[in-house]
């Protein structure tokens, strides 16, 4: 059965400083790899995706991660982090049906 | 262009009671997924419907239920509810493409409190 596991339950940056956000997922064949973004109140927007090809992929805001398959992970990456980024951060995997992790939250101090 | 909507935004049932949720896709979608996010949670796949029919079930009990419509909107209900049931409903949209999930566009949920 596909999983995800986000080590990380409560994150805190300064702004300014860069950001990695640990994903390492369970699943049986080439994933299908997300990253999706929730403020409070709201649904969830996704960030980027990997299916294949270049392991480096770039989302929105500034964000990217990177598949490395020998370790089953998919960390998001910010190198600046802005206020603006306070969320709670989910990866997920999956094909048709979409596993998500428990999340990690991000707090963003001056 | 309207996103996913989502509605009521929020609702309070009493144990034992049942509810309907309803959900109008991002404008060109024709698949929409269901998801329970409850506290402190990532969210958890309920079901898919496209094409009318029921594609793919998470690992709910048939007390969930779900229908979609001719013009690709959705509802999902929920009969017989237990405190448990308490969550943030999602709705999720996209455009099937050979059964692949490539991006969800996700509402702002509907919040189910049972008392």
């Known amino acids: 059965a596909q999983s995800v596991t986000q080590p990380d339950i409560h994150i805190t940056v300064s702004e300014g400083a860069s950001l990695e956000l640990r994903c390492n997922y369970s699943y049986g064949a080439t994933p299908y790899l997300f990253w999706y973004v929730q403020s409070p109140g709201q649904g969830l927007q996704l960030l980027l995706k990997?299916?294949?090809?270049?392991?480096l992929v770039q989302g929105i805001k500034g964000f990217e991660a990177e598949f490395k398959r020998s370790q089953s992970s998919f960390n998001l990456r910010k190198p600046s982090v802005h206020w603006s980024d306070a969320a709670e951060y989910f990866c997920a995997v999956g094909y048709q049906k979409v596993t998500f992790g428990t999340g990690t939250k991000l707090q963003v101090i001056p | 262009d309207a996103g996913v909507t989502q509605s009521p935004t929020h609702l309070i049932k009493t144990r034992g009671q049942q509810v309907t949720l309803r959900c109008s896709p991002k404008?060109?979608?024709?698949?929409v997924s269901w998801y329970q996010q409850a506290l402190g949670q990532g969210p958890q796949f309920i079901f898919q419907?496209?094409?009318?029919?029921?594609?793919q079930r998470g690992n709910f009990p048939d007390r969930f239920s779900g229908h979609q419509f001719p013009n690709y909107s959705s509802e999902l209900n929920v009969n017989a509810l237990l405190l448990g049931d308490s969550a943030l409903y999602l709705c999720?949209?996209?455009?099937?493409?050979?059964?692949?999930?490539?991006?969800?566009?996700f509402g702002s949920g509907t919040q189910l409190s049972v008392l």
């Open positions: 404008s060109g979608h024709d698949t």
């Open positions: 990997y299916f294949s090809g270049d392991t």
């Open positions: 419907y496209y094409e009318e029919e029921e594609r």
């Open positions: 999720a949209s996209s455009l099937w493409k050979g059964a692949t999930n490539e991006k969800l566009f």
